[in-house]
């Protein structure tokens, strides 16, 4: 039997549609609540709430339209008319949002800001429409055995999507430009983070035919029934056996936990370090880039070592080296009064012990479901995540004004912890691939 091979080309085109996405979300996240807070005055509780929505509607949008590209059947493929339209629409109401900017700031009116939260809305169904269907087509024409090495590109290739934004950004908006101005038209940033997505999407219709490399995938599983874990019913159907559904709502809790643990940090690290240590914005952005310098640097061997030793074990291994170093870090932030070297090495480490975690979990996920409901099981496991990152902020910045801010580390730590006990119940979802030794499984990089 020839041995399975990842065709790296091949995925590092499926993973364009995330990187436009990432580095839409990068823009998003850094910008909109600028505009929000410098040009319509609102405070950052009503800030709050509202950079909150993406998530909340991401919990029912996400599955919702998962599910449906499941069943939806095209000439362009399942997954490829979601992508299109979503890209499409995001495109046009992204840049309606620095028109409105611009002319609330010449000449404010309640109904400029109205309409600005309405567009708002609208972009965020427009991105939840094609999310999960964009993050199902690695599945779809990826074999199972092989898709936490291409999550791992994919991980890789939305990095590189935050990245072009930033330098982006970097490039159009250096201080020297922006810090005297009353108010910043951030139209050139939107239209060049348009013109990435626009480009990103159209190299991949143009390279990635959808339905025929879905069909290969789909003949080869046929030949490999013992990757699938559903089992026929007497009526005919495919359904999940108890066990594995079992082991997948472990699963799902395991995500929430360790992203109730790693957003928690993410999202409060930044107030943290400036009423602990007394450090400014520099500091605490530095560390949190090491994490993500270190998360990149890591995706393709964390792939590798799973195909080697399995999801779990690695997963299993990141979450004690995650955990480990959120304890180091209470220790580290109460016992020195300034960032340094050795805090960078734990954040380091924290990258690497979150690409491990994060290249296997939704692999993980999608092993248990049989091919058609890729969408919807993506979709559950966006869920779980995004549940998380709507609960983490409110419950740690609710404890850490109740109790202390030292709780923080702590409360990451449990919660990472938690997760190890919960996937130790977990029975399926592993990688069941004979592993090639070294750099050798990616080779034909042109095939």
């Given at each position: 039997?020839?041995?399975?091979?990842?065709?790296?080309?091949?995925?590092?085109?499926?993973?364009?549609?995330?990187?436009?996405?990432?580095?839409?979300?990068?823009?998003?996240?850094?910008?909109?609540?600028?505009?929000?807070?410098?040009?319509?005055?609102?405070?950052?509780?009503?800030?709050?709430?509202?950079?909150?929505?993406?998530?909340?509607?991401?919990?029912?949008?996400?599955?919702?339209?998962?599910?449906?590209?499941?069943?939806?059947?095209?000439?362009?493929?399942?997954?490829t008319p979601y992508i299109m339209a979503g890209t499409a629409?995001?495109?046009?109401?992204?840049?309606?949002?620095?028109?409105?900017?611009?002319?609330?700031?010449?000449?404010?009116?309640?109904?400029?800001?109205?309409?600005?939260?309405?567009?708002?809305?609208?972009?965020?169904?427009?991105?939840?429409t094609y999310r999960s269907p964009a993050v199902a087509l690695?599945?779809?024409?990826?074999?199972?055995?092989?898709?936490?090495?291409?999550?791992?590109?994919?991980?890789?290739?939305?990095?590189?999507?935050?990245?072009?934004?930033?330098?982006?950004?970097?490039?159009?908006?250096?201080?020297?430009?922006?810090?005297?101005?009353?108010?910043?038209?951030?139209?050139?940033?939107?239209?060049?983070?348009?013109?990435?997505?626009?480009?990103?999407?159209?190299?991949?219709?143009?390279?990635?035919?959808?339905?025929?490399?879905?069909?290969?995938?789909?003949?080869?599983?046929?030949?490999?029934?013992?990757?699938?874990?559903?089992?026929?019913?007497?009526?005919?159907?495919?359904?999940?056996?108890?066990?594995?559904?079992?082991?997948?709502?472990?699963?799902?809790?395991?995500?929430?936990?360790?992203?109730?643990?790693?957003?928690?940090?993410?999202?409060?690290?930044?107030?943290?370090?400036?009423?602990?240590?007394?450090?400014?914005?520099?500091?605490?952005?530095?560390?949190?880039?090491?994490?993500?310098?270190?998360?990149?640097?890591?995706?393709?061997?964390?792939?590798?070592?799973?195909?080697?030793?399995?999801?779990?074990?690695?997963?299993?291994?990141?979450?004690?080296?995650?955990?480990?170093?959120?304890?180091?870090?209470?220790?580290?932030?109460?016992?020195?009064?300034?960032?340094?070297?050795?805090?960078?090495?734990?954040?380091?480490?924290?990258?690497?012990?979150?690409?491990?975690?994060?290249?296997?979990?939704?692999?993980?996920?999608?092993?248990?479901?049989?091919?058609?409901?890729?969408?919807?099981?993506?979709?559950?496991?966006?869920?779980?995540?995004?549940?998380?990152?709507?609960?983490?902020?409110?419950?740690?910045?609710?404890?850490?004004?109740?109790?202390?801010?030292?709780?923080?580390?702590?409360?990451?730590?449990?919660?990472?912890?938690?997760?190890?006990?919960?996937?130790?119940?977990?029975?399926?979802?592993?990688?069941?691939?004979?592993?090639?030794?070294?750099?050798?499984?990616?080779?034909?990089?042109?095939?």
């Amino acid at each position: 039997m020839n041995e399975l091979k990842l065709n790296n080309k091949r995925t590092i085109l499926v993973g364009l549609a995330f990187l436009s996405i990432c580095a839409f979300w990068q823009m998003y996240d850094s910008v909109v609540p600028l505009i929000l807070r410098e040009t319509f005055g609102m405070d950052e509780s009503l800030t709050g709430i509202i950079m909150a929505m993406d998530n909340i509607l991401a919990l029912f949008l996400l599955p919702f339209f998962g599910g449906l590209s499941d069943k939806t059947h095209s000439k362009l493929g399942r997954r490829t008319p979601y992508i299109m339209a979503g890209t499409a629409a995001a495109i046009i109401l992204m840049n309606l949002l620095p028109i409105l900017d611009n002319s609330y700031a010449r000449q404010a009116a309640p109904f400029k800001l109205v309409t600005f939260v309405i567009v708002l809305g609208g972009l965020l169904i427009a991105m939840g429409t094609y999310r999960s269907p964009a993050v199902a087509l690695m599945p779809d024409v990826t074999a199972k055995p092989l898709r936490s090495k291409a999550n791992a590109i994919i991980n890789l290739m939305g990095a590189v999507g935050g990245v072009l934004y930033l330098a982006v950004a970097a490039i159009l908006y250096p201080t020297s430009k922006v810090a005297a101005l009353d108010h910043v038209n951030y139209q050139p940033l939107f239209i060049v983070v348009s013109a990435i997505m626009v480009v990103a999407v159209l190299v991949l219709l143009l390279t990635i035919r959808e339905p025929a490399l879905a069909a290969e995938t789909q003949a080869l599983e046929q030949q490999h029934p013992e990757w699938n874990l559903a089992e026929v019913s007497s009526s005919g159907k495919e359904a999940l056996p108890t066990p594995v559904k079992r082991s997948l709502g472990f699963l799902l809790a395991s995500i929430s936990l360790w992203y109730i643990g790693y957003n928690g940090v993410t999202t409060w690290f930044t107030t943290y370090v400036s009423q602990v240590m007394g450090e400014g914005l520099g500091g605490a952005s530095t560390c949190l880039l090491v994490a993500t310098a270190g998360a990149i640097v890591s995706y393709i061997p964390i792939g590798i070592v799973a195909s080697k030793v399995g999801r779990k074990k690695t997963i299993q291994a990141g979450i004690i080296l995650l955990a480990s170093c959120f304890l180091a870090g209470f220790f580290l932030t109460t016992l020195f009064s300034s960032i340094n070297a050795i805090m960078f090495v734990a954040f380091a480490l924290v990258g690497l012990a979150w690409a491990a975690i994060n290249v296997n979990s939704l692999p993980m996920v999608v092993e248990m479901c049989r091919g058609s409901d890729v969408g919807k099981f993506t979709g559950y496991y966006y869920t779980a995540s995004m549940l998380a990152q709507v609960i983490t902020p409110l419950v740690a910045g609710t404890l850490m004004k109740s109790i202390s801010y030292q709780i923080l580390f702590p409360y990451a730590a449990f919660f990472v912890a938690l997760s190890f006990l919960t996937m130790c119940f977990v029975r399926h979802g592993d990688s069941k691939a004979v592993a090639k030794k070294g750099l050798s499984a990616f080779e034909n990089m042109d095939d």
